[in-house]
């Protein structure tokens, strides 16, 4: 299965990616890497066939439109979030 993760290299998301790969499933992890996002979590997975990793914002329409047309997913899990209040509103 093709699954897109947004998210995924916070706390939460890289535990999940690391448990899809597991599973052998493809996974895209899209990721701004902003202050709570960390690709070290994620070194044990970097090498899989199985996953990909695209930094992009999930408010880029233009780069989304890309990421699904190229992967095509079979599910999305929403992760993606800025963790703190006042970073999440402006």
Do not use: W
């Not at 448990?19 to 070290?40: E, F, P, Q, S, W």
């Not at 999930?58 to 703190?84: G, K, N, T």
């Amino acid at each position: 299965m093709n699954i897109l993760v947004t998210g995924g290299a916070g706390f939460i998301g890289s535990n999940l990616v690391r448990l899809l790969i597991a599973r052998c499933h493809r996974v895209l992890n899209i990721d701004k890497l902003t202050y709570a996002g960390n690709l070290a979590s994620l070194r044990d997975v970097e090498s899989s066939p199985n996953y990909h990793f695209l930094q992009a914002d999930i408010c880029d329409a233009a780069a989304m439109r890309d990421a699904f047309a190229q992967f095509q997913p079979d599910a999305v899990m929403h992760l993606a979030a800025e963790s703190h209040v006042d970073r999440s509103i402006d």
